[in-house]
């Protein structure tokens, strides 16, 4: 076990480099750097590669994972927990990549690096029809990638199952359609209500350095460790952890809007407390990450949603922000900065969304994808469908590709089968957050006085510290005694917006 280990973390050392090279292209890299960074990622994914199909060249990883197919042929030799797990987990992405190329491995390294920084520039410049190439090249590559992993209905399957082990199209579908209805049906309620909540206007010029300055106060209150983590700015905010004790977030920032930045802000945040989180001695096996894309999501919005859009978390810190920016908050009653705060109205931009049709921007990005991938429709005629589809689902349409098509990173990134991720986090955090209601029952007094501690260190002893120790699905009943159950979010995304729109 001990030899795995040592190959192991060569594998991790190496991972962390990439994505740092991928941190750095983000944020500091200039334009012109985009080519040879490409070729860069590119040769060090190949590398990654070699290692990781090399890891059974001499049987070690076969014969350990017999060990785990078969107890009763090894009673004496049964493998502790962690190594059960560690096996398990390598086992998984080992068959996977082994199905692929090194030359196909390198190809999707390189495209993609160099498309995400096309996207910035087609974004800028709402000109979808210039990454449009870059766009059709990513999705013949994925479906290559599908093919070569083989599949039994739909090449999507694959692309999801990494991100959401063991999710498919088919279940994925069920879920978001149960939610596309309860959704829609709220929406029309509170489209109905005679409560009508004013946006908040602002005339003001917010300095981006104070802006930062309220971020990182926020960031560090609820657990943040700056010693092990940085903050800078991107086009699309981010998390990513090198290490538990280097973790960087990004995030944007607007001068007119001094929110704009603080739902990015502490969304990477909740990303960031899990990674830094997890067990230090976890680092270069599997049990350094997270369990999957849709727990980590969970634990983003967690903390953007029921506790940063919480009344109690704002008693806390809107005094603060009026402190910051006392015009025009310092005219602005807290009760009315809330229900501002809270207020239902579809918009163009996922993640501006407010809770209620946040999940309708996933489902269209997710209906979308899963046709791509099945060849239902073209990448040229995305503007038009997308458009169509916001038409349909929130009423309302993009006036342009930046606001529209171009808005997200992710196909850029070749991150197919993400998005659902985002809608599944949402389900678990509700659950999760349902329990941890029921063990602190004094939850709301704690996060009003600025007390964030213990609920930091719930999390950390019933999700961070856990790696990749059991499933997501294992890791869900372990926490609150049932499978993933849509019915908490339903719950609470219904008393909430009742009590707001008196419905």
């Not at 398990?88 to 068959?95: C, G, Q, Y």
């Not at 088919?170 to 709220?186: F, Q, V």
């Not at 106060?217 to 800078?232: E, L, P």
């Amino acid at each position: 076990m001990e030899q795995l280990r040592q190959r192991l973390l060569e594998i991790y050392h190496l991972n962390s480099i990439l994505a740092i090279l991928g941190w750095d292209r983000d944020v500091f890299m200039p334009c012109e750097g985009a080519q040879a960074r490409a070729a860069k990622i590119a040769y060090l994914s190949g590398l990654l590669h070699q290692k990781i199909i090399s890891l059974d060249s001499d049987g070690l990883l076969s014969k350990l994972k017999e060990r785990l197919g078969q107890p009763k042929v090894y009673p004496a030799k049964k493998l502790p927990t962690e190594d059960m797990a560690i096996v398990r987990e390598t086992w998984r992405s080992f068959k996977r990549e082994k199905k692929l190329t090194e030359d196909f491995v390198k190809e999707l390294a390189e495209t993609t690096s160099q498309a995400q920084m096309v996207w910035a520039e087609s974004r800028k410049k709402a000109d979808f029809k210039t990454f449009l190439p870059w766009l059709e090249k990513i999705l013949h590559l994925k479906k290559k990638e599908a093919g070569m992993l083989g599949y039994d209905k739909s090449p999507y399957d694959l692309l999801l199952d990494y991100y959401e082990p063991g999710m498919t199209a088919e279940k994925t579908e069920k879920i978001l359609n149960d939610l596309k209805i309860s959704l829609s049906d709220l929406l029309k309620k509170i489209k109905r209500s005679k409560v009508k909540i004013p946006a908040l206007k602002t005339k003001n010029i917010f300095s981006t350095e104070k802006q930062i300055d309220f971020n990182k106060k926020v960031a560090k209150k609820i657990g943040f460790n700056f010693d092990c983590g940085r903050m800078d700015q991107s086009v699309h905010p981010f998390c990513v952890g090198f290490h538990p004790n280097d973790v960087r977030i990004t995030t944007r920032y607007d001068e007119r809007d001094p929110l704009y930045s603080f739902g990015s802000t502490i969304h990477e945040a909740g990303h960031a407390l899990y990674e830094q989180g997890i067990l230090p001695r976890y680092f270069g096996t599997p049990l350094g990450e997270g369990v999957s894309y849709g727990i980590h999501e969970s634990q983003s919005r967690l903390w953007e949603n029921m506790i940063g859009k919480s009344f109690a978390f704002w008693q806390h810190f809107y005094p603060i922000l009026k402190k910051e920016f006392p015009t025009p908050f310092g005219e602005i009653s807290l009760e009315k900065f809330y229900c501002s705060l809270n207020s239902v109205k579809p918009s163009l931009i996922r993640t501006d969304a407010d809770e209620v049709t946040y999940n309708l921007h996933v489902i269209l990005r997710f209906e979308i994808e899963r046709d791509l991938m099945e060849g239902k429709i073209a990448a040229k005629d995305l503007p038009e469908i997308w458009n169509g589809k916001m038409k349909k689902y929130l009423g309302v349409k993009p006036p342009n590709d930046r606001m529209g098509i171009l808005q997200d990173v992710h196909w850029a990134m070749g991150g197919i089968g993400y998005f659902p991720t985002y809608a599944l986090g949402n389900l678990y955090a509700a659950q999760f957050y349902d329990k941890m209601k029921k063990d602190m029952p004094d939850i709301e007094k704690k996060i009003s006085g600025g007390n964030f501690g213990e609920i930091k260190s719930w999390l950390g002893e019933n999700i961070y510290s856990k790696g990749k120790l059991q499933s997501a699905d294992e890791l869900t009943r372990a926490i609150t005694g049932e499978d993933l159950n849509p019915k908490h979010f339903f719950s609470y995304i219904e008393n909430k917006y009742t009590e707001i729109y008196k419905l």
